[in-house]
């Protein structure tokens, strides 16, 4: 079985991927993870990819795409794959098909996770990290025992850049103005699954399994 997660920043597509690659039995295809390994190795795609980075710019649909393809083709035979942050726009979406076509193999389903902007935003600005561990509370979900201190090592927890509420928004809108449109491409081809991400983790663990038939 092979799926795609989608959802906006905050949506919880992380700890989704997390336990359902368990509950599956799947491999999990980070596009983050796999520009690390890459970069990391140096590699020549992952040197290609670093150059970009570097300089602040968005590393191509191509070099993107071939980056995932050079990792999904290493993957054992009869593997289900799960698909987190890949892909990201419609032209990736066209070469991940017409791939999948060449390998006598197909998507099965796309689970979109859906919150609303609001609750994302409470969520991701909420969020605090420690400079130490990089432990993650939250100021009102999962709050420390003393403000600004992390439990364990008693080092200082911090917003990160990215976490602000100004920031947040800007990435939700980049998601609603880009990757959203992924949710009409697959619901077209009939493979969308739409869960309520508002609830526990653990219950939209069980909503997804349950939509996929487990």
């Not at 726009?89 to 902007?117: C, F, H, W």
């Not at 909420?126 to 993650?136: M, N, P």
């Not at 920031?167 to 809108?173: E, G, L, N, Q, Y």
Request: glycine content about 8%; overall charge negative; hydrophobic content about 35%.
């Amino acid at each position: 079985m092979n799926i795609i997660l989608l959802g906006p920043p905050g949506a919880g597509k992380g700890t989704q991927a997390q336990k359902l690659i368990k509950e599956l039995n799947a491999v999990q295809i980070a596009t983050g993870d796999i520009f690390r390994y890459n970069i990391k190795n140096e590699t020549d795609l992952g040197k290609q990819a670093k150059s970009y980075i570097d300089e602040g710019k968005l590393v191509p649909d191509k070099l993107t795409i071939d980056l995932v393809w050079d990792f999904l083709d290493k993957v054992e035979d009869g593997k289900s794959i799960l698909l987190d942050g890949f892909p990201r726009n419609i032209t990736q979406a066209e070469a991940l098909d017409e791939g999948m076509q060449k390998r006598n193999s197909k998507i099965d389903y796309v689970v979109n996770i859906k919150v609303p902007d609001d609750i994302l935003i409470e969520r991701i600005s909420g969020r605090r990290v420690c400079v130490e561990t990089g432990a993650t509370y939250h100021i009102k979900y999962n709050p420390p025992k003393v403000e600004g201190i992390d439990d364990e090592t008693g080092f200082p927890l911090i917003q990160r850049s990215d976490d602000t509420e100004e920031k947040v928004k800007t990435r939700i809108d980049l998601y609603n103005n880009t990757t959203a449109v992924l949710i009409d491409y697959y619901d077209k081809e009939g493979i969308l699954i739409t869960i309520d991400g508002t609830k526990t983790p653990d219950e939209v663990t069980k909503d997804i399994l349950k939509a996929l038939g487990k």
